[in-house]
């Protein structure tokens, strides 16, 4: 089929195979991606879903995922410290909250997090929905669904749990916790009520076939919010050398995304500032959502040039997927 066959056939509501996508993934670029602008605007409408997030708890992980500069296996010089009190995570809501952002998820270094600190996250948030209007999101490594549970009943919404990368990737990228295990969680997020946020890395030395598996596995899981990040090679980590991936490489990867979950909130994340055009021409290619502000340990875009941005392309701050 041509690409503009492929558009109608989803837009009618058909699926992309895996052996469809790696033919869109060859199709002329322009082409490609005014296709899949064109599939989100069926979809989601100008709806764009910014959030932000909080470095929570950093530093010392157990894990070592090959990419961040949180594993206590790399000497990457990352700054490290126990989870914040309740007061510091209220104040960046309330600022987040008063310039416009939907979400706000509360995002903590290591495998999980302990009872003793599941406890203090609750009470957190409790603070945060009550004194703010933001929606609140967490990001705490591989809960089981009583965990999940206690953060949905103090006011948690979503759940993120990235995959990373593909099932027959992912041991080339983390060693100490397994692709099932990643799994596993986002079950008991779902089970637990929580919806779930989820996607990876692209610029891992991973190839198109990876990408396109990894969507894949999402839409199976059935996750609607993916984060899109591109590797920002850390100095210390084993992937500080890798060549970074170009506005194209990320227009072809987020245009192939929209066509397997065209419903899908497709946010660019960590990396966005990397790009010369800061995600602009992703932005007219499917993606619809952005991680706005300062990242985990890397600066980020500043949420007044994102609105602006947003506004010039015709999007309205929405909470999408």
């Known amino acids: 089929m041509t690409v503009c066959e492929y558009t109608d056939f989803v837009k009618n509501g058909g699926k992309i195979s ?7 993934a060859e199709a002329p670029l322009q082409e490609l991606c005014t296709a899949a602008n064109e599939i989100r605007k069926h979809f989601c409408g100008n ?3 910014i959030c932000t ?3 929570a708890k950093s530093g010392k992980c157990s894990e070592n995922c090959k990419f961040c500069a949180q594993s206590a296996h790399y000497h990457t010089g990352a700054e490290t410290y126990a989870m914040l009190d309740t007061q510091s995570i ?4 309330k600022n ?25 996250e609750c009470e957190s948030i409790r603070a945060v ?12 490594g591989l809960l089981d669904e009583a965990s999940y549970r206690k953060l949905r009943e103090a006011g948690a919404t979503r759940v993120h749990n990235n995959l990373e990368t593909s099932r027959r990737n992912f041991p080339n990228v983390c060693t100490t916790h ?4 990643k799994c596993n969680a986002i079950r008991a997020a779902k089970a637990a009520g929580l919806s779930v946020c989820s996607g990876g890395i692209v610029g891992m030395g991973e190839t198109m076939e990876d990408r396109i598996d990894l969507v ?10 993916i984060p899109v990040n591109m590797l920002n090679p850390v100095p210390g980590t084993p992937y500080e050398h890798l060549p970074k991936l170009t506005n194209d490489d990320m227009c072809r990867i987020v245009a192939v995304f929209r066509f397997l979950i065209p419903d899908a909130s497709i946010r660019l994340a960590g990396g966005r500032g990397l790009l010369p055009d800061k995600g602009r021409a992703c932005f007219c290619s499917g993606a619809n959502a952005a991680i706005s502000g300062d990242m985990l340990t890397t600066a980020g875009i500043t949420i007044e040039t994102d609105m602006a941005l947003l506004k010039e392309l015709g999007y309205v701050p929405q909470k999408c997927h």
């Open 129 to 140: 929905r009550e004194q703010t209007g933001i929606a609140v999101c967490i990001s705490n």
């Open 47 to 49: 709806g764009f879903d």
């Open 90 to 93: 209220v104040a960046q809501a």
């Open 53 to 55: 997030i909080i470095n």
């Open 18 to 24: 895996r052996e469809q996508a790696l033919e869109l």
């Open 216 to 225: 894949l596995e999402l839409r199976e899981l059935d996750v609607h919010s």
């Open 178 to 181: 397994t692709f099932d295990e």
């Open 96 to 120: 987040n909250d008063s310039r416009g952002v939907l979400r706000y998820s509360l995002v903590t270094s290591g495998k999980r997090l302990t009872a003793d600190e599941v406890a203090q």
